[in-house]
């Protein structure tokens, strides 16, 4: 019998087990290992009924993307499914857990599926790139209907059992043991009800409108549009001729850069979750209670955070105006949320009531980790670590949300700099994915720990970085903008940076983000910078210009763009061209056209030399960390797979030559390539290998 697939005979019922930790995914060894398990229950003449189950709690998530790229290997996921479809005994899939992609097709393949209370059911392919490629565009439409099977395939996401059965997916939700519900179906006597044999119409004016729909929201994806035109083939052709044709689509997909950028994209997350040098030996320290300081709007969406995953969190501010009114907007932030339906007003106070406002830093005595997310200031800083060093109890984790300031030197205001942390949230920090988690040379591995254990328990994607100026994002983020404005300054103009970055992917160009951000975070920044004759800032500029007249971006209704009143719509405005026109004439600039794709690669090129730097540095551990940082933080493409990919799937030989030719052209100091760059290209190798 495989190690993969397991079966037993329970009465007249066969029970076979998927059994490939951790998430029983459908290899080659675990496909092999149910088509003889299937032949083998077959064949014996005592089972009348089979029940497909995974061990542990996951059913399956379906293809093993390890195996993606490689040479295929029989025997092929469809045909598993096809010969557990056509088995000449009934199949009931006992969908124990998490039932995704391939393992959710696998249970569309059999005759009947019970399901867990706890089961979550989806076609995620979409999210790397990919279509169902084993029967989920033509098996689910026939259970569910056209629309909602290009609902659930289009988006991706989960159904938990209650809706995966309101929506036809599954026939029943087991009150107790699922495998033991299955036993009690197969008792019941079931025929065979194969998903094939049932009809499936679409109607051509559906599919127009909804291919019209899925094409605007893409954003330059490709499977979106190819899952909707596999369902509608499989509303037109016989069942095997749809199979064929979803095959063929997904191996287009299979195919295309974007599947190998989100894939990578997949792994970089995951990856960045095992820290090099920190062991399993290295235990978290216990986090169950937390405090805050600071109730703007960064401490308030931290505060956030905890109180979602269910911790008691203490809000810490100087003044009782400034702690009503960061409580307000957390309140209000919830309402907001329960309105649009995504909580009950019942979790609204649930959450309101985890957070305990306060003046006093002695309420922070008992807690196990503090969070400061007060004003940008060393001098602040130090403040507030000393009375922390005072007050917290021994082994309590003392972080800071700084964003520029050295965890190292905010650590020598306290006698525990083996407890100082750095954790970088993203604004609003209730709602980015990222978490810069920031070690100091003195952090303890277990203070590290606890933080990258911390993220996973708020739903963050963690990443650990070294101390610099700007960590690994704002650092890369702050090279690309100096190039953006240099751009700007040698004659583009800000939409058309914007335009040919958002053309490339993004969410959104960096001059709309800069007005989103606020134009007097950078200015002030900056401003503390020159006064302390800080030798590495740039001389003011029209940025700092636009922040002097009071244009700081989205809240002021004017920055780089003009916003209408309520409107995120940047609209192009004639005083900044004015402004920028100055400053060229000033600086003694000759500007000319410059093209587009002189502005994407001056971007990308600097951001991936930055991220060169920084590897060699020893700031980011792995390539792949940067560009989990990118796509969690920064609204990069996920199907680039991150600036580093993306500068490896250029050729790191090609990127060479494009920074030496920018150095060659421009001289400035920032476009020396990195070193650890040209050595890989002259290695032909990769950052990876
Ligand atoms: N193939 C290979 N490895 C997988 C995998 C898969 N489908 N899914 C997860 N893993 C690995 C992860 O890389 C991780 O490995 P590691 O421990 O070495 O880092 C381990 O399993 C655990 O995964 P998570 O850390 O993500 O664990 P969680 O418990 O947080 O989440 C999950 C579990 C919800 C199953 C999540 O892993 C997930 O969403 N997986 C991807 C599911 C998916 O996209 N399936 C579709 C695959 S494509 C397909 O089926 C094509 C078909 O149509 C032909």
Not at 371 to 397: N, Q, R, T, Y
Not at 484 to 494: H, Q, R
Request: include cysteine; charged fraction near 25%; charge should be negative.
């Amino acid at each position: 019998m495989s190690e993969a697939v397991k079966w037993e005979r329970k009465g007249a019922v066969a029970v076979i087990t998927i059994d490939s930790p951790p998430v029983n995914a459908l290899g080659q060894a675990v496909r092999a290992g149910l088509k003889a398990c299937l032949e083998a229950a077959l064949a014996d003449d005592a089972v009348e009924t089979l029940v497909l189950t995974g061990a542990g709690k996951t059913f399956s998530a379906g293809a093993d993307i390890r195996e993606f790229g490689k040479p295929p290997q029989g025997p092929s996921l469809p045909d598993v499914i096809a010969a557990f479809e056509n088995a000449s005994k009934p199949v009931i899939a006992a969908i124990n857990g998490t039932a995704l992609g391939g393992g959710l097709e696998l249970a569309l393949g059999c005759h009947y599926r019970v399901a867990s209370p706890f089961a979550q059911v989806g076609l995620p392919e979409v999210k790397l790139g990919l279509i169902p490629g084993a029967g989920g565009t033509v098996r689910l439409p026939r259970l569910t209907g056209v629309q909602a099977a290009v609902d659930i395939i289009v988006d991706g996401s989960p159904l938990d059992a209650r809706k995966a059965e309101a929506a036809g997916i599954v026939d029943r939700v087991a009150e107790g043991d699922v495998v033991a519900a299955a036993c009690n179906l197969a008792a019941e006597g079931v025929g065979h009800r194969r998903t094939r044999d049932l009809p499936l119409e679409g109607d051509a004016a559906l599919f127009e409108g909804v291919k019209a729909a899925v094409a605007r929201k893409a954003r330059g994806l490709y499977s979106p549009l190819r899952c909707v035109e596999s369902i509608e083939a499989a509303s037109r052709l016989p069942f095997d001729e749809a199979i064929a044709n979803e095959r063929s689509l997904f191996l287009d997909c299979l195919n295309s850069p974007q599947r190998a950028g989100l894939i990578h994209a997949f792994f970089a997350q995951r990856e960045a979750a095992k820290v090099p040098g920190l062991g399993p030996d290295v235990k978290p320290r216990p986090v169950e209670s937390v405090g805050v300081i600071g109730a703007g709007t960064m401490g308030g969406g931290i505060a956030m955070c905890f109180a979602n995953a269910g911790l008691p969190v203490i809000l810490i501010e100087t003044v009782a105006p400034a702690l009503d009114r960061g409580l307000a907007t957390i309140r209000r932030n919830y309402e907001a949320t329960a309105a649009k339906g995504r909580i009950t007003p019942a979790e609204v106070e649930a959450r309101m009531a985890l957070i305990t406002g306060s003046l006093d830093y002695g309420d922070l005595a008992t807690v196990d980790l503090v969070i400061e997310a007060a004003f940008e200031s060393m001098a602040v800083k130090h403040e507030i670590f000393g009375k922390l060093d005072a007050i917290c109890k021994p082994g309590a984790v003392l972080a800071t949300n700084t964003s520029t300031l050295s965890i190292d030197e905010i650590a020598a205001a306290t006698r525990r700099p083996q407890d100082v942390v750095g954790m970088h949230f993203f604004s609003p920090a209730n709602v980015m994915r990222l978490l810069e988690n920031v070690r100091g040379k003195e952090t303890a591995p277990d203070v590290q720990a606890t933080v990258m254990d911390v993220a996973k328990r708020i739903g963050k994607v963690g990443v650990m970085v070294g101390v610099c100026y700007g960590f690994v994002g704002n650092r890369i983020l702050h090279a690309r903008n100096r190039e953006a404005i240099a751009l700007v300054n040698e004659g583009a103009t800000p939409q058309q940076v914007d335009k040919v970055l958002t053309g490339f992917g993004f969410a959104m160009g960096p001059f709309a983000t800069s007005d989103l951000a606020g134009l007097d975070v950078g200015w002030r920044i900056r401003e503390e910078r020159r006064k302390a004759n800080d030798p590495d800032v740039d001389a003011p500029n029209w940025l700092d210009a636009l922040a002097e007249k009071g244009r700081y971006g989205q809240k002021t209704g004017a920055g780089i763009y003009l916003y209408e009143k309520g409107s995120r719509t940047p609209i192009p405005d004639a005083e900044t061209d004015a402004l920028i026109a100055a400053y060229r004439a000033e600086a003694g600039i000759a500007t000319r056209d410059v093209p587009d794709r002189e502005i994407l690669e001056r971007c990308m090129f600097m951001m991936v030399n930055e991220g060169a730097r920084i590897l060699e540095e020893g700031i980011a551990s792995r390539a792949s960390d940067i560009d989990a940082v990118w796509l969690n933080g920064y609204g990069f493409p996920a199907y680039r797979g991150g600036p580093m990919f993306w500068g490896e799937q250029q050729g790191l030989g090609t990127v060479v030559a494009g920074i030496d030719a920018f150095h060659a052209r421009l001289g400035t100091p920032q476009w020396q390539a990195a070193g650890l760059l040209r050595k890989l290209a002259d290695e032909g190798k990769g950052f990876s290998g």
